[in-house]
């Protein structure tokens, strides 16, 4: 912890700088223009201002520039690893089925089983860490086409259906035909997924989940309703902060990292949509929507 307190410490000293850099620009223009006019009351008290104003912003722009190129090389570095972690995985991913399909002994089986779960929690994670990096990227581009939100959500469904069956669980749908956004397909996928996985994650074995889509005036609302953990009414505003877990969250799974409804809450705002979550507070379960304009 000690490294995060030093790192907000450093950025709330410099941000206390900045502003009373700022203040103090401020007073040297006007004590400037009160001085100029007391010696020279018909020299355009303008002036003053529109002088000191092209350093500030020639500073700020370059300020800027520089963090913008600061921003677009942690992309580029996150990107390269993930990318660079992908290849290893992947030649985890086919030793690991191979193996499988060999004469093994029942431990045998037992560890190549474990190999593969912790080689598809890696590979999530560096998907993870993508999606983070290019959500947060300025350039990163939406590629938007019209989308069947039903076949959307039976593809997740469908994704998550092992994790279900495991759980003894069971998924209520009631998604009507025909109801189409426009959205990026694989962002979109991302959102339902993650709020399916949560319910899922979240609850007790044997219990169910909803998912219900309805269209009100031109929106269409996804909502995945579960009877889990719950979320206290002082932790709602907080759920979609980044790096933010509830405390029956973190002692419910161990291994999540707080990030995915960050991201999703930011892939749905470039949707021009909205997400919420409604919860009676802990053991009470939670409902998890979002709202997406209906495709024209």
């Not at 921003?71 to 990107?79: A, C, S, V």
């Not at 947060?136 to 593809?155: P, Q």
Request: proline share 3%.
């Amino acid at each position: 912890m000690q490294p995060n307190i030093k790192n907000i410490a450093k950025q709330a000293f410099l941000y206390s700088i900045a502003v009373l850099g700022v203040a103090g620009l401020i007073a040297l223009v006007d004590f400037s223009n009160t001085w100029i006019h007391f010696l020279y009351p018909n020299f355009p008290s303008w002036t003053t201002a529109f002088i000191f104003a092209l350093p500030t912003v020639t500073i700020g722009v370059a300020v800027w520039r520089r963090l913008r190129e600061s921003d677009i090389l942690k992309y580029e570095f996150i990107t390269t690893v993930t990318h660079k972690f992908r290849t290893p995985l992947t030649h985890i991913k086919w030793a690991s089925e191979n193996l499988a399909q060999e004469q093994l002994s029942e431990n045998g089986v037992t560890q190549i089983g474990y190999i593969q779960d912790a080689n598809a929690k890696l590979v999530e994670l560096t998907d993870l860490l993508v999606n983070a990096s290019e959500t947060e990227n300025a350039l990163y581009k939406y590629r938007t086409e019209r989308v069947d939100i039903g076949s959307l959500i039976d593809e997740v469904l469908k994704r998550t259906n092992d994790h279900v069956v495991a759980r003894c669980m069971k998924i209520e749908r009631n998604v009507p035909a025909g109801l189409e956004v426009m959205c990026d397909t694989a962002r979109m996928r991302f959102v339902i997924h993650t709020l399916v996985e949560n319910a899922i994650n979240y609850s007790k074995d044997n219990c169910s989940i909803i998912v219900n889509v309805e269209k009100k005036d031109n929106m269409i609302i996804i909502s995945v309703k579960d009877s889990g953990i719950g979320i206290a009414k002082e932790e709602l505003p907080r759920m979609f902060t980044k790096f933010y877990r509830g405390k029956e969250a973190r002692s419910t799974d161990t291994e999540g990292m707080g990030i995915g409804l960050y991201m999703t809450h930011d892939i749905v705002t470039r949707h021009h949509g909205k997400i919420w979550v409604e919860s009676e507070g802990p053991g009470k379960g939670s409902t998890f929507s979002i709202s997406l304009p209906v495709a024209e």
